[in-house]
């Protein structure tokens, strides 16, 4: 039942938290060395996941899913965390990165990007919102000093 029920999520465009071990097993060839996973969510066949270095994206594309587009931001790049927590009726809960892709973070006209990621509106992302909002600010007073 519980697996309808991710799955369901899952089709919801909500992710679900996915074990340690499990996500080493699958996802362990792309992390560096020494990197270390601290958690990871799936939506569907995607799945995204933070260590202590980066957030890493893995899109599985196409109809077999066989093709595999992997992506990363680093995190000392993330300089704003924003988050919504679920209402009633049908709302999710959201927290968007807002993060620098210009390859030197301190220049006159940084390239910026955002990744929204949404989760079932009982699933608590207030951690998550903690953890990267903490590290933003540390990020935003590095790059400011």
Do not use: C, W
Not at 32 to 61: A, N, S, W, Y
Not at 62 to 85: D, N
Not at 109 to 124: C, H, M, R, V
């Amino acid at each position: 039942m519980l697996e309808i029920a991710n799955l369901f999520s899952g089709l919801l465009g909500n992710y679900s938290e996915v074990s340690i071990p499990e996500l080493s097993s699958q996802y362990g060839i792309y992390l560096m060395p020494d990197e270390k996973i601290q958690m990871g969510f799936r939506l569907v066949r995607d799945t995204f996941i933070i260590t202590d270095e980066r957030l890493i994206f893995i899109d599985h594309q196409g109809v077999t899913g066989k093709k595999t587009r992997v992506a990363s931001i680093s995190l000392e790049s993330i300089y704003e965390v924003t988050m919504e927590t679920g209402g009633t009726g049908f709302d999710d809960s959201e927290i968007t990165i807002h993060f620098i892709q210009s390859p030197y973070f301190k220049t006159n006209n940084p390239q910026i990007g955002s990744y929204k990621f949404e989760f079932g509106k009982k699933f608590n992302v207030q951690p998550i919102y903690v953890a990267l909002l903490t590290l933003a600010h540390q990020n935003h007073k590095r790059l400011n000093a």
